[in-house]
């Protein structure tokens, strides 16, 4: 069953107090942060002590995420190392600002070269990568996810963080992930005291065809479930489908009058995985 990314959670790599806090409010995913949330003057320390909680046995429930310090700078190439010489294992690696699919290509030998099992989500946040959304998405199979850095975004090409001006940028990225087949996780709502605002945006989110959202606090999580909660008459029809494709044990199933197919089925298996995890 497909995995849910409706939220994920940063934590920065800073504060290890917070971690099991974090991962205790109920996100999908927590994100211990190396990059914006770290100081330079904090950068060794932090990464030292991300890895180290990474290396031993973690917190149940939510998958365990590492967002480093872009590859293409000394930071992120200084986290890459330290990570292949250690035994951390988060779930995947966050990618900030990823720009090609080069870049992952030669993220993907690396961590094949040092046997890590370690998934990939690069995050699109300049013009740059947007532009070759599609190609970053499908670049190797390790990409599970793509996400939208829509702060980052807004800031290099000088707009602000409306619906209308990040609405291109969205549809790039969902369209992305549609076409390869992986999650698209959308940008954040930087006001955590606004639930309203939040709520609305994560809607719009959804019916673009964003799969969850990237949050900054804990008290988001909840508004963000609630809106990617299926309502009644969805879970009713999911629960026909997998019942339907049970009985047929692999032949042929029909629901309403429409032949199920097996994305229709594993669709309708996040449907119930969403209504049990909620």
Not at 44 to 56: D, P, W
Request: charged share 25%; aromatic share 6%; hydrophobic share 45%.
């Amino acid at each position: 069953m497909k995995p849910l990314w409706r939220s994920l959670l940063f934590v920065p790599a800073t504060r290890p107090d917070r971690f099991e806090k974090a991962a205790a409010s109920g996100p999908d995913m927590v994100c211990i942060d190396l990059e914006d949330a770290v100081s330079l003057d904090d950068k060794k320390t932090a990464r030292a002590t991300a890895l180290e909680y990474l290396s031993g046995t973690l917190p149940v429930g939510p998958r365990w995420i590492l967002r480093i310090n872009s590859p293409r700078t000394e930071l992120g190439l200084r986290d890459l190392l330290a990570l292949l010489d250690s035994d951390a294992a988060p779930d995947a690696l966050f990618i900030p600002k990823s720009s090609s699919a080069e870049e992952m290509r030669w993220l993907d030998d690396l961590l094949s070269a040092a046997a890590k099992e370690i998934d990939l989500i690069p995050v699109i946040e300049t013009a740059e990568g947007l532009d070759r959304a599609i190609e970053i998405a499908a670049a190797v199979l390790r990409n599970v996810a793509i996400g939208f850095g829509s702060a980052d975004y807004a800031a290099e090409v000088g707009s602000d963080m409306s619906a209308a001006a990040l609405a291109y940028g969205r549809g790039r990225i969902s369209a992305a992930a549609g076409q390869s087949g992986i999650a698209a996780i959308d940008g954040i709502w930087p006001d955590f005291n606004d639930d309203q605002g939040l709520r609305d945006d994560t809607r719009l989110g959804r019916s673009i065809g964003f799969d969850g959202k990237i949050l900054i606090h804990p008290n988001q999580i909840k508004v963000v479930h609630a809106v990617y909660a299926p309502s009644a008459e969805e879970v009713e029809r999911a629960r026909r489908i997998v019942a339907a494709s049970e009985a047929a044990k692999g032949g042929i199933a029909t629901v309403d009058g429409e032949m199920i197919d097996n994305p229709v089925v594993i669709s309708a298996q996040q449907v119930l995985a969403a209504v049990q995890e909620g």
